[in-house]
């Protein structure tokens, strides 16, 4: 994923600074192609779960970074779901997602 400019965004400018900040501090995870790789891991998916105020929105920005990417960097059944519980959640804060 490096070369792509929105695999190099920085977390910390789309996820609320709590969230960004755990990511990065326990799973050294600072960019959106290193939260999809991470997502890739069922045990660092499942930190990245807690680390969301719920799962679903944690799947829910697993599945827009995917999409941003074109879709392939993530499989998973659930990302449908998700992407309708993520729609419209945004807390209008310097591009932060309302997750």
């Known amino acids: 994923m490096s070369g792509n400019t929105i695999a190099s965004l920085p977390l910390r400018e789309l996820l609320q600074p709590d969230v960004a900040l755990a990511l990065q501090q326990m799973l050294g995870i600072h960019t959106v192609g290193g939260f999809l790789n991470a997502w890739r891991d069922k045990t660092a998916r499942r930190f990245i779960e807690h680390v969301f105020e719920s799962p679903q929105q944690a799947r829910a920005a697993a599945a827009t970074y995917a999409a941003w990417l074109g879709g392939a960097a993530v499989a ?24």
Do not use: V
């Open 76 to 99: 998973s059944t659930q990302l449908p779901t998700a992407m309708r519980c993520f729609a419209g959640e945004h807390d209008g804060q310097s591009g932060a997602i309302g997750l």
